[in-house]
């Protein structure tokens, strides 16, 4: 088994396709096709369900799948600690990251590393915490800036970077929106805006408001912040949101609450493996380790 064909492999199992897989590599799609039917007989088992349109991932692509980016990613790390030693840095860097991280002004962060290492391409994906943490967990991603979950998850290492409390997120003429602060139980039979189930800031807020015995109903889901504040805003619902949020430029208003569960951004990276040369230099910058807001918060993900 080469390298190249696991490679090439990785490249149709995320392409779903044989002539975009090709394209990606520069090579000729004959070429990958060959390399690939190689490989099928090698371990024995067919790879992929091929159609007309797309190809799909048999059972043994799966498996394979993950061994796959872990042994590439491992190359890789071999090859940066080599050209760290040589006092270089190059090769791919591949970063997660959830919408309004607040403590981290990520575009900057992300220009002055390319400045200071232009060797090393950068490649980017949005998404919510824990997709993100998934493709972190596969090797798809080096890292990762997400919402950190109550629970540890196998694979997977988190490392806190801050930590604030949530407050009310309601529209200009609420009722509510004077109030110094709020109780979790002065929102009982209030309409809630929040994003989908599953993602983690709202697992949080379902947990806060069933410990205190308030039900609510979610009737506007989305997966975008700015869609969650402007509803608040146009006082179509009510939010329980992190603190930076109040950073965006909205109508909205925000107001503390008694005792306020927190939230927790983290920096997501693999178990089990290093992190690659660059994320190290990524996450040991300055931005990163001491950005704006309060200081974090000495849990240790449970």
């Known amino acids: 088994m080469e390298l190249r064909q696991l490679e090439y492999f990785v490249a149709v199992a995320e392409e779903r396709h044989f002539t975009r897989a090709a394209e990606r590599m520069h090579v000729a799609q004959s070429g990958l096709s060959t390399s690939i039917r190689s490989l099928e007989r090698e371990l024995g088992a067919s790879l992929f369900v091929r159609n007309t349109r797309s190809v799909e991932l048999t059972s043994e692509g799966r498996a394979l799948l993950s061994q796959a980016r872990h042994a590439l990613a491992n190359v890789a790390a071999a090859k940066d600690a080599v050209a760290a030693v040589r006092g270089l840095l190059r090769g791919t860097l591949a970063v997660g990251t959830m919408q309004c991280l607040g403590a981290i002004d990520l575009p900057a962060t992300l220009a002055r590393f390319h400045t200071a290492h232009p060797g090393v391409e950068i490649r980017l994906r949005q998404g919510g915490s824990p997709d993100l943490i998934e493709r972190v967990r596969t090797g798809d991603l080096d890292l990762a800036f997400v919402s950190a979950p109550a629970r540890a998850v196998p694979g997977v290492a988190l490392a806190p970077i801050r930590s604030e409390p949530l407050v009310l997120a309601c529209g200009p003429e609420h009722p ?127």
């Open 176 to 302: 509510l929106r004077d109030r110094p602060e709020v109780d979790l139980r002065d929102l009982s039979g209030e309409t809630f805006v929040d994003f989908s189930p599953g993602w983690i800031t709202r697992d949080s807020v379902d947990q806060a408001m069933a410990a205190v015995g308030v039900e609510r109903r979610v009737a506007f889901e989305v997966n975008d912040v700015h869609w969650l504040l402007d509803l608040v805003g146009h006082g179509l619902g009510i939010a329980v949101v992190p603190q930076v949020f109040r950073t965006k430029r909205t109508t909205t208003r925000f107001v503390p609450i008694t005792d306020s569960p927190r939230w927790h951004l983290a920096a997501a990276t693999a178990s089990g493996r290093h992190p690659s040369t660059a994320a190290t230099a990524l996450l040991s910058l300055d931005d990163i380790r001491s950005g704006p807001g309060p200081a974090p918060a000495a849990r240790p993900p449970r």
